[in-house]
């Protein structure tokens, strides 16, 4: 991916995830509401790693959505699943680009999305007892699914990026 194209990825998931440009910047320190994208990103073209740049601006400004002193420890299913449902986009379009990519994990989190079971994939690999999961939700019906497809996967969440936290 070129780095017009690779800009123009990031600009849409920022606008997607409804941020502003005092949420992601590039360098420098500022407090606990930013996330920072880590420099490679804006430099490596790897099909996979945009696929986690992706899924990291949308599950960061979800978190900061949630509202809460440490954004980095909010989570819901639904800041996971729209993360989750950008990192598999992502991976998608950048196949669609580049045939020849391949990873192992983002290849099964595919089959995955394909098969209809994301929201299961998520509550069952990263769901907390505390999340609202919405009824139609059918785990038994993911681990039977699994059990055919997916074998001994392995779950994997990449962060590519750091949150920096105010000094109180």
Same mark, same amino acid.
């Given at each position: /991916?070129?780095? /017009?194209?690779?800009?123009?990825?990031?600009? @849409?998931?920022?606008?997607?995830? #409804?941020?502003?440009? =005092?949420?992601?910047?590039?360098? #420098?320190?500022?407090?606990?509401?930013?996330? +920072?994208?880590?420099?490679? @990103?804006?430099?490596?073209?790897?099909?996979?790693? *945009?696929?986690?740049?992706? !899924?990291?601006? /949308?599950?960061?400004?979800? *978190? &900061?959505?949630?509202?809460?002193?440490?954004?980095?420890?909010?989570?819901?299913?639904?800041?996971?699943?729209?993360?989750?449902? @950008?990192?598999?986009?992502?991976? =998608? =379009? *950048? &196949? @669609?680009?580049?045939?020849?990519?391949?990873?192992? !994990?983002?290849?099964?989190?595919?089959?995955?999305?394909?098969?209809?079971?994301?929201?299961? +994939?998520?509550? +069952?690999?990263?769901?907390?007892?505390?999340?609202?999961?919405?009824? =139609?939700?059918?785990?038994?019906?993911?681990?039977?699914?699994?059990? *055919?497809? &997916? #074998? $001994?996967?392995?779950? $994997?969440?990449?962060?590519? #990026?750091?949150w920096n936290y105010r000094q109180r």
């Open positions: /991916m070129g780095s /017009m194209t690779r800009l123009a990825v990031l600009l @849409a998931a920022c606008l997607v995830a #409804g941020c502003n440009n =005092e949420i992601y910047v590039r360098d #420098g320190v500022t407090d606990g509401d930013t996330f +920072y994208l880590a420099p490679r @990103a804006l430099e490596d073209d790897d099909p996979a790693l *945009q696929a986690w740049v992706a !899924y990291s601006l /949308m599950k960061s400004a979800c *978190q &900061l959505e949630i509202g809460s002193d440490n954004p980095a420890r909010s989570n819901s299913y639904g800041c996971e699943f729209s993360a989750r449902l @950008a990192l598999v986009d992502s991976w =998608e =379009e *950048q &196949l @669609a680009e580049d045939m020849s990519a391949r990873d192992a !994990y983002l290849d099964a989190l595919l089959h995955v999305r394909r098969a209809g079971l994301l929201d299961e +994939y998520t509550v +069952y690999y990263f769901g907390e007892d505390d999340w609202l999961v919405p009824a =139609e939700v059918d785990i038994a019906k993911f681990r039977r699914w699994k059990r *055919q497809n &997916l #074998g $001994q996967h392995r779950p $994997q969440t990449e962060i590519v #990026g750091s």
